[in-house]
């Protein structure tokens, strides 16, 4: 067991080093040359673009042995790197402990890593690019059709399919009641987030009631880490008398107020999503 859990752990760090030269790249943290390298396998500094060998791009080890510094260039390094290779690398621990060696275990894998690259490429950046979206989206459905068809049972992707467009519409509804409020990045992010909340629903042989508890708790939890991040947030600015976390594309002149500047909601949807998921059992009604 111990063994299992030190190599889901590595697997974790492996996978995570990749989702920060993703988030990098795609959060605008680490520079692009030209042909727009935001998928490329390869690793630059993001102050003086030196591209790293591989003894450099060990998850977490080198950012330590390299002190939080580039070797080239003496720059800092965002904390941000190991941060989330450590995040990526618990939350793959939290899966496999979940659901073990089975096939059950792939479409959480790739949920938890996905949401996690795709909350701090919003908090960074306050977008939720469709490229990664879409292609979590689409290999998260590959997965759970591949898991349904080696346990012969197809009907958790059918609940899951159900979920995508239940979470989608309410999703849309607020949107379009509240653009402001809610920006369609977190619409489309719902397709995601509703695909997983069904499948777990179809997992544990719920039938569409369960899928709509789903939602419904997933939204709950959301609105509520979503009004404490943006209240911290808040909080943070006015004591540092800077915006932190601010939105690069807004006005340079934000109101004042500990609700009044805009922040990703995002982050919060992925927590809710991920707790559902993971702990279905846990939730009324499941």
Not at 46 to 50: D, E, Q
Not at 52 to 55: G, R
Not at 78 to 83: D, I, L, T
């Given at each position: 067991?111990?063994?299992?859990v030190?190599?889901?752990?590595c697997?974790?760090?492996?996978?995570?080093?990749?989702?920060?030269?993703?988030?990098g790249?795609?959060?605008?943290?680490?520079?692009?040359?030209?042909?727009?390298?935001?998928l490329?396998v390869r690793?630059?500094c993001?102050?003086?673009?030196?591209r790293?060998?591989?003894?450099e791009?060990?998850p977490?080890?080198?950012?330590?042995v390299?002190?939080?510094r580039c070797?080239?260039?003496a720059?800092?390094i965002?904390?941000?790197?190991?941060?989330v290779?450590?995040?990526?690398?618990?939350?793959?621990?939290?899966?496999?402990?979940r659901f073990?060696?089975s096939w059950?275990?792939?479409?959480p894998l790739?949920?938890?890593?996905?949401?996690?690259?795709?909350?701090?490429?919003?908090?960074?950046?306050y977008?939720?690019?469709?490229?990664?979206?879409?292609?979590?989206l689409?290999?998260s459905l590959?997965?759970m059709?591949?898991?349904?068809?080696?346990?012969g049972d197809?009907?958790?992707?059918g609940?899951?399919?159900?979920?995508?467009?239940?979470?989608?519409?309410?999703?849309?509804?607020?949107?379009l009641?509240?653009?402001?409020?809610?920006g369609?990045?977190?619409?489309?992010?719902?397709?995601?987030l509703g695909l997983?909340?069904?499948?777990?629903?179809?997992?544990?042989?719920?039938?569409l009631?369960l899928?709509?508890r789903?939602?419904f708790?997933t939204?709950f939890?959301?609105?509520?880490?979503g009004?404490?991040?943006?209240?911290s947030?808040?909080?943070a600015?006015?004591k540092?008398?800077?915006?932190?976390?601010?939105?690069?594309?807004?006005d340079?002149?934000q109101?004042a107020?500990?609700?009044a500047?805009?922040?990703?909601?995002?982050?919060a949807?992925a927590?809710?999503?991920?707790?559902?998921v993971?702990?279905?059992?846990?939730?009324?009604?499941?």
């Open positions: 067991m111990i063994g299992a030190t190599l889901t752990a697997g974790g760090l492996i996978v995570g080093g990749v989702v920060t030269m993703l988030v790249r795609t959060a605008g943290l680490v520079g692009r040359t030209a042909g727009d390298e935001a490329s690793f630059r993001g102050s003086c673009k030196a790293l060998v591989l003894c791009t060990i977490l080890l080198s950012w330590v390299l002190r939080g070797r080239y260039c720059n800092r965002s904390v941000m790197y190991p941060a290779e450590s995040a990526t690398s618990v939350l793959w621990v939290v899966v496999f402990l073990g060696w059950p275990l792939l479409p790739l949920l938890v890593t996905a949401l996690t690259a795709l909350s701090v490429v919003d908090l960074y950046s977008r939720l690019p469709d490229r990664l979206v879409f292609s979590a689409g290999l590959a997965a059709l591949t898991t349904g068809l080696a346990a197809l009907s958790p992707v609940f899951g399919v159900l979920g995508m467009f239940a979470y989608f519409g309410l999703m849309l509804v607020v949107h009641i509240s653009p402001r409020g809610l369609f990045g977190d619409v489309k992010l719902s397709l995601l997983n909340l069904g499948w777990a629903a179809g997992i544990m042989q719920g039938g009631l899928v709509l789903l939602v708790w939204q939890m959301a609105s509520i880490l009004l404490i991040g943006g209240l947030l808040g909080v600015r006015k540092l008398k800077r915006s932190v976390l601010a939105d690069p594309q807004a340079a002149e109101p107020g500990l609700l500047q805009s922040f990703p909601f995002g982050p949807l927590c809710a999503t991920m707790a559902v993971l702990f279905v059992e846990s939730f009324p009604g499941a």
